[in-house]
């Protein structure tokens, strides 16, 4: 299994640019979640799915935008790039039920810069 | 609000000494926990967790002990070696919040030869 699969791994964008940030997982998981991690600090939870169709916001969802129509993929969509929006971000997935149901696989993360 | 938060941003530590990573949480109904080792440039990686019903769990070389009276708990790394220099997370859920984590900032782990 490839587990949580994030691309691309780092990417420059210009301040008022789109993009998306692409997310699969392979272990039939359904929840996934998008974090963003700013230097020297946690995670940040910026959009969940519990399954597909089903997409929430997590604490920080302003200038992001999620999509599920699949069990396996849960892009990230940036709107209008600005500064505030350089970190690197983390998308995991969990199953549910049985032994380490709250337990996240996370990808490797892509790495975003907004100049 | 009410949040995760770690005692310190950096510990250092010699090599095959035991390591000691605290973290404060504030909310009563957190229900579990987690502990996450992330390397530079890569994703978090969980270590161990551990529910609000027990004290103590142990692992390969790692043990989290856990005291809900003063809403803290602790990683414990024995025989620290060089592959264990990492930011270390703890992370918690709140029951009934949709099982959702939230981070502590982290603390640097450091081991020195």
């Known amino acids: 299994n490839a587990g949580v699969t994030q691309t691309p791994k780092f990417r420059i964008l210009k301040i008022g640019q789109s993009m998306t940030l692409q997310c699969a997982q392979d272990?039939?998981?359904?929840?996934m979640y998008w974090y963003r991690q700013d230097p020297g600090m946690g995670l940040k939870l910026i959009y969940y799915?519990?399954?597909?169709?089903?997409?929430d916001k997590g604490e920080v969802p302003n200038g992001y935008n999620v999509s599920r129509s699949t069990t396996e993929d849960f892009p990230l969509r940036l709107e209008l790039a600005a500064p505030s929006q350089t970190s690197v971000y983390f998308c995991?997935?969990?199953?549910?039920?049985?032994?380490?149901?709250?337990?996240?696989?996370f990808g490797a993360g892509s790495r975003l810069t907004v100049l | 609000g009410e949040s995760v938060g770690l005692h310190l941003p950096t510990l250092s530590v010699q090599e095959g000494d035991n390591s000691i990573i605290n973290c404060a949480y504030s909310?009563?109904?957190?229900?579990?926990f987690i502990w996450y080792k992330q390397e530079s440039g890569k994703g978090p990686q969980f270590i161990i967790d551990?529910?609000?019903?027990?004290d103590k769990r142990q692992g390969q070389r790692v043990t989290v002990l856990l005291n809900k009276t003063v809403k803290h708990l602790s990683l414990q790394i024995a025989a620290t070696q060089p592959g264990d220099s990492a930011v270390y997370f703890c992370?918690?859920?709140?029951?009934?919040?949709?099982?959702?984590?939230?981070f502590g900032s982290g603390t640097q782990l450091t081991v020195l030869p």
């Open positions: 992370a918690e859920i709140v029951s009934g919040s949709a099982r959702q984590l939230t």
């Open positions: 799915s519990v399954g597909a169709g089903i997409t």
């Open positions: 551990i529910r609000s019903n027990m």
């Open positions: 909310n009563s109904a957190s229900d579990y």
């Open positions: 995991a997935s969990r199953g549910t039920g049985g032994p380490g149901a709250n337990v996240l696989t």
């Open positions: 272990m039939n998981h359904n929840y």
